[in-house]
T-cell receptor
């Protein structure tokens, strides 16, 4: 069974600085997708960024970028120029390419200090 | 507004009772997924329906059941409720099954409190 691990329960970052969230996963599949979701205090789940395993190029969405290391089964999220609105829980998630369900990590809480 | 509608937003009920949570997927989406999020934990997959048919089950208790209707809305039924069932229940939808690189669109969740 696939598992997703986020080893950092909480991270703190100064406004305008950069923070990196770690995520590792375990799978025997070669084709899959990885996602980062943001959950602010409103509890809404918001897709931040996604990565296809067959793509070597790391995905980027504005201030959010990932470092995808397929051999190491690592998928970290970098938030640059952190803003107060980035404060939230961040969940890493995995899905088999031909699958349906998302498997989530336990989440990392990001605190942004003004 | 994500396009996925969940009702009710909040529900408080007593142990032993039965409740029904409702989800209307985003227009055009055929797949509906249910997830449970207990306090400060990740989301746990419960069940997936595609175009009215059950496609996958996760760690869903026997006291829980779901269905997807012809108009594609879905209901999650929770019975014989226990205190430990208190959680945030999310519905998500997607276009299909195994759609390339798609994440899902989540609803805003139903907060269930069992007292």
């Amino acid at each position: 069974a696939q598992t997703v691990t986020q080893s950092q329960p909480e991270m703190s970052v100064q406004e305008a600085e950069t923070v990196t969230l770690s995520c590792t996963y375990d799978t025997s599949e070669s084709d899959y997708y990885l996602f980062w979701y943001k959950q602010p205090p409103s509890r809404q789940m918001i897709l931040v960024i996604r990565q296809e395993a067959y793509k070597q190029q790391n995905a980027t969405e504005n201030r959010f970028s990932v470092n995808f290391q397929k051999a190491a089964k690592s998928f970290s999220l970098k938030i640059s120029d952190s803003q107060l609105g980035d404060a939230a829980m961040y969940f890493c998630a995995y899905r088999k390419a031909a699958g349906n369900k998302l498997t989530f990590g336990g989440g990392t809480r990001v605190l942004v200090k003004p | 507004d994500s396009g996925v509608t969940q009702t009710p937003k909040h529900l408080i009920t007593a142990t032993g009772q039965r409740v029904t949570l409702r989800c209307s997927p985003r227009s055009g989406d055929l797949s509906v997924y249910w997830y449970q999020q207990s306090l400060d934990q990740g989301l746990q997959f419960l069940i997936h329906y595609y175009n009215g048919e059950e496609r996958a089950k996760g760690n869903i208790l026997e006291r829980f059941s779901a269905q997807q209707f012809p108009d594609l809305h879905s209901e999650l039924n929770l019975s014989s409720l226990e205190l430990g069932d208190s959680a945030l229940y999310f519905c998500a939808s997607s276009v299909g099954v195994g759609s390339p690189n798609y994440g899902y669109t989540f609803g805003s969740g139903t907060r269930l409190t069992v007292v």
